[in-house]
C-alpha cells in the first residue's frame, strides 16, 4: 500500500506540473491563465514536498487532526476557493484581496512553523476521546482553528460560482465544478478525523481527475479557437504515374497525392450528398484501402474520415445557404446529413456558427 501510495503522489506531482506548464505558456498570450498556472504548479510543489517525506521514512498513523494534514487541507481548499476567479478575470487584478483572503491561512501556518523550529512538539492525539486531555494546549486550539478556517474556504467553493454566475458570462457547468472540488475537499476534512492509507490514496486520485477536468474545460476554448483544414480547390486529379512515382520516391509525397486525388474526387463527384456515404464507400471509390485513405487525411490535419466527410457536407451546407437553395433546416438531407442534430453540431463545431441563426 506503501508503493501505490508513492505511485499516486507520483503521478499527481506530475500531472499538475503539466497543467501548470500548459498555462504558463498560454498565459503569454492571455493572462487569464496566469492564476491558473500558479494554482497548480503550488499544488504540484506540496505533491514534491510529500514525496520528499513518503521516500525518506513510513507514513505514520495520524491520528486525529494531525497538523500536517490540516496545513495541505487548509493550503489546498484556499487555493481551490479562489479557482474560479481567475476564469473571470486575470489573477493580479485581485492581488490584494487574495492576500487579505490568505492571511489568516498564513497566520496559522506562520505560527505552526515558527512552534516547529522552535521545538514545539505536537499533542498526541489519536482518537477524538484523546481531545480532552490536551484541550487547552496551543496545538490543540490552532489545530481547530485550521479546521474551522478550512470550513469556511470549503463553503466557498461551493458557493462563489454562484455569485460569479450572477456577475459574469461564465459557462453553467462552472457550478459543478466548485461542487465536485467541495466535495474533494470535504471528504479530505474525513481523512484528517480518521486518517487512512487507503483512504489518503483515493482522495489524491479524486482530487488530481477533478484538476484535471477542469483544465481540460479550460483549454476548450483555446481548441474551439483552432481552425481545421482548409478546403483547397483541385482543378485536375494526379495520374496513376504521380501516384506510384510518389509511392516509390516520397512517402510525405504519396500522402499528399493520395489526398489530391481524394480532394478531386469529393469536388467534382459530390458523393458525400448521399446520406448512405461512409468510408467503405470512399474507399471503394478511391481505390485506397482503408489505412491508405486515414493516413493520407491524418497527414494533412483531418482527424478520421468521418471528421473529413463532414467538413465537406458543412462546407456544401453553407453554400447552398448562401445561394438561396436550402431556405429551411429540414433539407440538410440534400447536402449527406441524416439528422438535423448532426447538421446543426457539425456545423456549430466546424463554423463557430449558430445553424439557425446562419440560416436566418
Known amino acids: ?21 500548459v498555462m504558463f505558456r498560454f498565459a503569454r498570450r492571455s493572462v487569464n491563465y496566469l492564476s491558473q498556472a500558479w494554482i497548480m504548479l503550488l499544488i504540484c510543489l506540496m505533491y514534491c514536498g510529500a514525496l520528499f517525506f513518503v521516500f525518506t521514512r513510513e507514513i505514520p498513523s495520524l491520528g486525529f487532526l494531525h497538523p500536517a494534514l490540516l496545513i495541505y487541507l487548509l493550503a489546498c481548499s484556499y487555493l481551490q476557493s479562489i479557482y474560479p476567479l481567475g476564469l473571470c478575470m486575470p489573477g493580479y487584478l485581485q492581488w490584494g484581496r487574495m492576500w487579505k483572503y490568505a492571511a489568516p491561512a498564513l497566520a496559522l501556518i506562520f505560527i505552526y512553523i515558527v512552534g516547529a523550529l522552535l521545538g514545539s512538539g505536537f499533542a498526541r492525539v489519536y482518537e477524538l476521546s484523546d481531545v480532552g486531555q490536551y484541550l487547552l494546549s496551543g496545538d490543540i486550539l490552532l489545530r481547530f482553528a485550521a479546521l474551522g478556517l478550512s470550513g469556511y474556504y470549503i463553503a466557498n ?46 482522495y489524491i486520485l479524486f482530487f488530481t481527475v477533478v484538476n484535471m ?48 486525388a481524394l480532394e478531386y474526387l ?16 470512399l474507399c471503394r471509390l478511391s481505390g ?28 456544401e451546407l453553407r453554400k447552398m ?11 440538410v438531407d440534400r447536402v449527406g446529413f ?15 456558427l449558430s445553424l439557425s441563426d446562419y440560416l436566418r
Open 213 to 260: 477536468f477542469l483544465f481540460f474545460r479550460i483549454m476548450r476554448p483555446v481548441l474551439d479557437s483552432m481552425s481545421y483544414p482548409v478546403i483547397r480547390e483541385i482543378e485536375t486529379p494526379p495520374s496513376e504515374a504521380e501516384l506510384t512515382i510518389s509511392e516509390t520516391d516520397d512517402f510525405n509525397r504519396a500522402n499528399l497525392v493520395r489526398f489530391e
Open 266 to 281: 469529393m469536388q467534382k463527384e459530390k458523393p458525400f450528398t448521399d446520406v448512405l456515404f461512409t468510408r467503405d464507400k
Open 321 to 331: 445557404i448562401d445561394e438561396g437553395a436550402i431556405t429551411d433546416l429540414r433539407q
Open 157 to 202: 467553493i461551493f458557493f462563489l460560482p454562484h455569485r460569479l454566475m450572477r456577475r459574469f458570462e461564465l459557462p453553467r457547468d462552472l457550478i459543478a465544478y466548485g461542487a465536485a472540488l467541495g466535495i474533494v475537499s470535504l471528504y479530505f476534512v474525513i481523512l484528517t478525523l480518521n486518517f487512512n492509507l487507503i483512504g489518503l490514496t483515493i
Open 1 to 21: 500500500m506503501h508503493t501505490l501510495t508513492i505511485v499516486t503522489i507520483e503521478f499527481a506531482a506530475t500531472a499538475h506540473l503539466m497543467m501548470s506548464l
Open 338 to 352: 441524416r439528422t438535423l442534430k448532426t447538421a446543426v453540431g457539425c456545423f456549430e463545431r466546424y463554423e463557430n
Open 288 to 315: 485506397f484501402n482503408r489505412h491508405l485513405v486515414l493516413q493520407c487525411l491524418r497527414s494533412q490535419g483531418y482527424n478520421d474520415v468521418h471528421e473529413y466527410i463532414s467538413r465537406y457536407r458543412v462546407a
